[in-house]
Each structure stands twice: as C-alpha cells, then as structure tokens.
C-alpha cells in the first residue's frame, strides 16, 4: 500500500542532504546537540527493560510548514485525527501487553513503547525516528549518542523519551521506509510499505515488512484476467512507482496469454481533477468493459465522482488493495451508482481475539497520559474530559495539561461516556487487516528478540529457550538482524511466520463489493491468494451486471472453432478477425491460431472442426449421368443389332453385296462390342473389372479400325482394277485375302494383347481412392502401376485409324454412286476428332468425370462410324429400294 509521489530515490537523497544540513548548521552554531522539535510532547511513551519504536500516520493535515525542511525544528502540530491509523497504534499496545503478560515469551523482560506521528510526511518521519534512535538528550556528550556496534542503551538516559530503540516499527509510505533505511542504523519493519523495491537485500539489509510486495498483487489481479478471458483491459494508475510497477507486473504476467491493455491513464495527485476526467473520458470511449484501477482511494473517488458525470456506469472495476477495503467509496452513494460489483485483491485480514475488548475498555480515565486517546474521545463524543482528569494534571506532561485546558470550551465530559456502543471505523474489528500487518509486525519484533536473548539449555534434549543470559542492554543490530532473518515463529492465531529476505509469505484476500438489501454495498470475501496461489469461489461473486454472469471485455470475439485468428495491421494482437479454415483444414478449439490440415484419407466436415472420412465416389448405375450413359449404350447396341439384321435379311442384295457383307457384319459386330464394353467403365470398381476395361476396349475398337480399313483397300483395288492392265489386281485381293487381311490385323493386335495380358498379370490396374483431388468425396478409380500396356493398346488403335483415314482421302473421288470411301472418311474424321479431343478433356475433368469423358469418347466414336457408314446403306434399302440395283450401284 503506498501513496508516494515523486521518485523515491530522488527523495531520499533530498531529505538525507536537507537534514545533514541542517543538523551540520545546528553544531556549528551552538555545539550542541538539539532535537528537531518536540516529538516527545505528543506521542506515546512506556518504559521497559527493551523500548520497540512506533511510527505511525495518525494525522493527515500538516501545518503549513511541512514541506520547509528548515522550518522542522520549530515545531507545529499536525491536525485532522484518523481513527482508523489510530487503530493501528492500540494494535501494537495490545500486542505488548498480550507479550508481556506471555510467561513463555520474553520471560522476566518487558517491553516498553515510544510512538510518535509522523504526519503522512516522510521528513517529519524522519524527525520522529531521529528522535527514537539518539533519545531526547540535548547534549552533545558522546555518551548521549548511541553506539550502534556496541549495543543499544548504553550510557542512554532513563527517563521517558531518553532511551534509544533497536527496532521501529513503521514507515507508513515505501519512501518513508526508504529513508528510514538508508539514514538510520536501525533495524525498520513496515507494515504497509510494498514497494517491490524494497526486497532488494543489497540496498535495503536492515529493512522487514509484513506487508506483502505489490508484485503479488499484481500478479493475482493478471491471474483473474486470464482466469475470466478478459482480453481487452483498461488501465488506470497512479504516477508514481506504485502504478508504474502494477502496469509492468500485470503485462509480463500476461505475456503470452493473449491479454492486452486497451489504455493506461494515469493520474497524478496535483492534477488529480484534470486527470480524473481525462481518464474518465477515455473509459467512456473505450470498448474495454474491465477497468484496473490501481491507484490510492482518494484518487478512485475523483475518478468515479468523473464517471458519475458523464453517466458511465457499466465497468467491472478490478480493484488493488489500496482502495478495495476503503469505507468511505464503499458508503459513498456516488461510488454506488459507478462502482458494482468491484472485484479486488486485500490485505489479508485476521481476528485478533480479545482485541474488539481492549479497543471498547479504552477510557481517558485509565490512561491520562493518552493525548491521542483523548483527542479521540472529544471528537466522538463532543465533549472534554477534563474534568474526569483533573484529579491528574500533576502527573501530566505540560503540554498535555494546556491542551486541555484550551479544550475547555467543550462542555465537560460526564463520565459515562463508554465505546461499548459505538459503531464506527476505529471500534470495527470485523476485517482486520493493516491492523494485524501491526500485530504481526510486534510479535515478529518480540520472537527475534526473544531468540536473541535466550540461552539454550544444553542439558535439555529439547533445547529449551526459556532462560535469558543476555542483558537488554547489549542488544547489536546485526545480532537482532540475524535473528529477525532466520525467524520461524507461529502466531496466536496458529499461523506460521517466517521471512524470507525482508517479506513474508504473500497472502491477500479476494473480495467483492456487493449490494444489499437495503441498497447499500458491502465487502464480501471471495477467495484468497497464497503467493502464487489463487482459490476463488466464482459462484459467491456478485458482477457490475448484478448477475452471476461474468461480463465480457475483448476487443474481438474468441474465433469458434472452424476458424482462426488473423491479426489486424496496426493493432494490437487482442483484435484480430476470424477468418475459416480452408477445405481439408480444420480448428476444432477457441481461438485457434492455426489451422491443422486433415490427413489424406480424411476431409473436414462442414463447418470445418473435424476430420471426417472422406466418402467413395463412382459413376455408378444409380446416378442419373450413370443411367443417360447406360441407355446411350444400350441404344446404341440395339441399333448396331437392328442393323444387323436389315443386313441379313437383305444379304442378297447389291447393296449388302457390293463390298463384301461379311466384313460388313464383322463390322457391325465389333461395333456392338465397342458399345457395350462402355458399360465396364460403369459401377463401383473391382479387381476384375479394372483388368477386363482396357482388354475389351482395345479389342473392339482394333477389330472395327480393321475392318474398315480392309474396307478402304478394297475399294481401292476395285476401282484400280478397272484400269487396263490392272484386272489380276482383284483376283489377289478377293474374299479370301480381304478375310486374311482382318485376322492379319488383329492377329497383330492380339500379341499387344497378349503383351496386355502380361502386364496385367506382372503390374494390373487396381481400385484406388484419387485421393489428390481435394473434396470430402475421392474418386475410386482404376489406377495403373504402369502405362505401358494401355499405351500400346491406344497407339495401335490410333495407328490404325490414321491409315485408315489416309487411305480413305485418297479414295474420295471415285464415282460416287459406288464409292463407300467417303462414307469411312467421314467416319474416321469423326473418330480422330473424338479421341483426340477426349486426351484434353480427360485430363481436366475431376474424379469419376474422367470416367464419363472416356465412356463419351467410345460412345461418339462408336456412333460416328455407325451412322456415317451404315445410315446411307440402311436409307436406300429401306426406304429407297428402287435403288439398291446393281445398274444404279455402277453408274458410270
């Protein structure tokens, strides 16, 4: 908890260098030694066989020369009494007279207290400590001047205020604490101060706390961001190293997590109203619905008295300890109307039995001596209780004594008047918590000395420390500091202390503001954090929303799973867009930063968070392409039948006759098996049908590009015969040859099938999933180990056909009424157009297309050479008889 303005270090040389001076002109001018006011005149004073320090800020209204440090010694009351520091300083008399009255702590040794204020102003801080430590002797003998390798209370006076202390407890502020160490010899334990830099051993050696350092606070306050996802967080702090720490702590926290400050506002103490309502401004416009807020209350209550202003008040507040436990923004209705729900980290908080008792029992009466006491009294009850204490003006200090006389325009008290009914901040022990940082602070101070000087019994197997040898006269500082850092010590509340360095184990409380019935707030414990550790009970948190739903502050959605995170140019990595996986990439987590692709037998589904397996497609009989091509098949088949049979039944005439009707129905029959060897590329495939498709398409297609090639030539001879000298051309290329020409070709074509056969046999096509082409559905596909064989098999065919087509050119201009070479011409052309059209096509169709592209191909093949040969023929002899004779069939 700290409320330090300017930089630390810069302070603490400056106060060192203006009280150096200062004391240095002082001896110079009258060679003795004179306190710096008179702090004894207001503070309270016990002796004892050991005297522990008190510095407290009990005040909060200095006089208007605070900050002149040469106007120090001329001493000035601070005026403006806080209860609740107040509590702080019964704490610590409480813990003293629990440990002297504890015969197993400190035996036979009792201690004594000197407290002073200290304004809230590190140079009065400084003043009072100078006090503690040196006495109040106003000599400059060198027996006056404590010797702080000797031991402390050598050759110190006796009387109250004259006896040096060996440790304070203190330093309200971590620069008050700062100074303390670097100036004073003594040992200094804190119990607000949490400057993170106060851990370092090297600068500070001789300085305790039991107040946790800011970074755990930090720390758990990034711990609940991360826990609720909020990316996109508002930051608001003070201008000192207190909220520059926070910012650094909170962000390497998040580092990595994907956390981002949206803004960091920060507000300095004299320009507080300025800054307020910047700060103000920016939340308001601002997308940030989280707001840190680590600052001292007084500043949190400007900053919400801003918000109120311009209607702002939808924030959930994640509070530091400086202002989360604060009563007066807890009771206060213009924080109500902002601030719900408030989420904070607290110092952790512990009963003190027995101490809501001592605080109630409190009465001028028992303690006339008590001036802050009985200042206390005069403001609570209106009253002065002069009159009670008159009887004890002889034992009062003067000063205490003209105070109350100069009070005695208060009516006077009646003596009744009682704290057991009082309901206010100073009697409220309900949440203890700087106040226990005090308990805690005494006690550790009583164990250390305690173990200091205690001289174990070596004739007891237990090591029994209850005997005391050393004298409380010879303490040293670096014993009391060896002790202090190898402290191991459990409190009366059963809780186990110990240092580590200078702090202690980190403990805080996680609390809530919630509203109650009655409309107004009240802190609500949630949780704890334990050094790292955080236990939270999400279920008791009452939101901002006044729901139980956690609110939501991100600068972008979480990207659902099926998309990824794409940053924005420019700004910070919290805003982002969501952009989806492509296909066969999946996200199946919030916030994927990737995209993982599926393996090759899987594809991602539909909204892209899984790898499903890919599904088996084919042409097959049930799909409407699978059915047009079947029945263009099957047409085609019983088309080349039809014909057939109007062949034989008209066999005898001219026009079957003409050019040898066996090689014409030969022609039809290779014909029918090229239409239905289609029907093999059609269904799901199999072993067998991948080896049987080549095979058959091969074959048929062989035996028709044969056939009308022995067409062409025979058209050739004949009308080469009818030249004079060519008559025997025919009598060597007659029925006979022409049948011996048609099994000469295929006999060719079946040792490039029996070629085929092998290459089945050694390396056959196989059903294999096309798992190249992207899609949730893989084409299954015969694939080829190798290509030899079907290459063959297309370059025999196409070898054929181009000779074929060759010879059919060169036959065109004969007569016509007897030239059938136009009518094979024409049909090559339409089977060299197919299949050289179909390479192109069959390579860029995907997945069972390419199957359909080939079936097409033997289809439109198949059908070119039927109609162009065989429609003419099939026209005259049905339809045009008269001329299917043999004198039309000659012409010329």
């Keep these: 908890m700290n409320n330090d303005g300017a930089p630390s270090m810069l302070l603490v040389g400056l106060v060192g260098r203006q009280l150096g001076l200062r004391v240095g002109l002082q001896v110079v001018q009258t060679m003795t030694c004179s306190r710096w006011g008179t702090p004894s005149a207001q503070g309270l004073f016990q002796d004892g066989d050991l005297v522990i320090g008190g510095l407290f800020s009990l005040y909060y209204q200095p006089p208007a020369t605070a900050h002149d440090f040469t106007q120090l010694p001329h001493y000035k009351p601070c005026t403006g009494l806080e209860n609740l520091p107040l509590q702080y300083i019964y704490a610590m008399l409480f813990a003293l007279e629990e440990i002297n009255h504890n015969s197993t702590l400190l035996p036979n040794v009792q201690l004594g207290y000197h407290i002073h204020d200290s304004c809230a102003l590190p140079p009065w801080a400084m003043q009072a400590a100078l006090s503690l430590v ?23 006076g006796e009387s109250k205020g004259d006896r040096p202390v060996p440790l304070i407890i203190g ?40 107040m946790p350092s800011d970074i755990y606070q930090a720390r758990a306050i990034a711990q609940l961001a991360i826990r609720f996802s909020w990316t996109w967080i508002g930051a608001v702090v003070a201008n000192n190293d207190y909220g520059h720490m926070a910012v650094k702590v909170f962000q390497e926290e998040t580092q990595g997590k994907g956390l981002c400050l949206a803004f960091v506002e920060t507000l300095q103490r004299e320009n507080i109203v300025n800054d307020a309502r910047r700060a103000a401004l920016t ?57 719900k729900g408030v989420l904070g980290v607290a110092i952790r908080s512990s009963p003190i039995p027995g101490f809501e008792n001592y605080l109630r ?14 200042e206390f009294w005069e403001n609570e009850f209106g009253c002065t209780p002069a009159a009670t204490l008159l009887s004890s003006y002889a034992s009062l200090p003067p000063a205490n004594a003209n105070r109350l006389l100069q009070k005695s325009t208060l009516p006077p008290c009646s003596g009744t008047e009682s704290l057991e009914g009082v309901q206010n901040i100073f009697t409220d022990t309900s949440q203890l918590r700087v106040t226990y940082n005090v308990y805690l602070a005494v006690y550790a101070a009583a164990h250390a000395l305690h173990s200091l000087l205690s001289c174990p019994d070596r004739d007891s197997p237990s090591g029994n420390n209850s005997s005391m040898c050393s004298s409380p006269k010879h303490i040293k500082p670096l014993e009391l500091l060896q002790h202090l850092n190898n402290l191991n010590f459990t409190t009366p509340q059963g809780e186990l202390l110990y240092f580590q360095g200078g702090d202690i184990p980190a403990k805080y409380d996680l609390v809530n503001w919630q509203k109650t019935p ?82 090759s037998e899987f594809w991602s589904n539909a909204k892209r968070t899984a790898c499903v397996p890919r599904q088996l497609d084919f042409l097959s009989f049930n799909e409407t392409l699978g059915i047009t091509l079947t029945t263009v098949a099957m047409s085609g088949a019983a088309v080349t039948t039809a014909v057939f049979v109007v062949f034989i039944c008209y066999r005898q005439t001219p026009m079957v006759r003409a050019n040898n009707s066996e090689l014409s129905f030969l022609l039809l029959l290779s014909l029918k098996l090229c239409f239905l060897c289609s029907l093999v590329f059609i269904g799901r495939p199999s072993v067998w049908s991948c080896r049987f498709q080549q095979a058959a398409f091969g074959i048929s297609f062989v035996l028709c590009v044969s056939c009308l090639q022995v067409k062409t030539i025979v058209v050739l001879a004949a009308f080469r015969s009818a030249r004079p000298g060519a008559g025997a051309l025919m ?3 007659g029925p006979g040859q022409q049948r011996g020409s048609v099994c000469l070709f295929t006999c060719i074509q079946v040792r490039i099938v029996i ?100 079936i097409f191909a033997i289809l439109a093949s198949s059908y070119g050479l039927l109609l162009c040969i065989f429609a003419p023929k099939c026209f005259i002899i049905l339809l045009r008889p008269e001329k299917n004779t043999k004198k039309h069939l000659m012409g010329r």
């Design 518 to 599: 009655e409309g107004s707030q009240k802190l609500v414990l949630i949780g704890r954090v334990d050094g790292f550790d955080l236990q939270l009970n999400e279920s008791a948190i009452q939101w901002s929303t006044g729901s139980s739903q956690v609110p939501v502050s991100v600068c972008s959605e979480s990207c659902p799973p099926g998309t990824r995170k794409a940053n924005r140019k420019g700004e910070p990595l919290c805003c982002f867009d969501c952009i989806p996986c492509a296909d066969g990439e999946i996200s199946n987590k919030i916030g994927s930063l990737h995209c993982e692709r599926c393996p």
């Design 361 to 374: 029992s409190l009465h001028p009466s028992r303690r006339p001596h008590d001036e802050f006491l009985i």
């Design 171 to 210: 330093g309200s502020s971590s620069i008050t604490a700062m100074i303390l160490c670097r100036v004073l010899g003594p040992l200094s334990m804190s119990y607000t101060a949490s400057c993170p830099c106060l851990s370092d051993r090297r600068q500070f050696p001789n300085f305790f706390r039991t």
């Design 134 to 156: 040196g006495g109040d002797s106003t000599s400059c003998n060198s027996e006056a001047l404590p010797d702080y390798s000797a031991g402390y209370g050598e050759g110190a």
């Design 731 to 733: 009598k060597w290329f």
């Design 755 to 854: 070629i085929c056969i092998i290459w089945l046999l050694l390396s056959p096509p196989v059903p294999q999933a096309d798992l190249d082409i992207p899609g949730l559905q893989v084409t299954l596909k015969c694939a080829m180990a190798s290509v030899v064989g079907f290459s063959l098999v297309l370059g025999y065919i196409g070898l054929l056909a181009c000779s074929c087509l060759l010879l059919a050119f060169l036959a065109r201009k004969l007569p016509d009424n007897f030239n059938e070479a136009k009518l094979i011409t024409f049909s090559m052309l339409i089977f060299c157009a197919v299949w050289v059209a179909f390479v192109p096509a069959y390579v860029s169709s995907p997945g069972k297309y390419a199957v359909a592209v080939e």
């Design 283 to 339: 939340i308001q416009a601002s997308t940030a619905r989280v707001i840190l807020i680590f600052t001292w209350y007084t500043d949190v209550r400007e900053l919400f008295l801003q918000l109120a202003n311009i209607n702002v008040t939808d924030r959930q507040f994640l509070a530091s300890e400086a202002w989360s436990t604060s009563g007066n923004l807890l009771q206060n209705p213009i924080t109500s109307k902002v601030a």
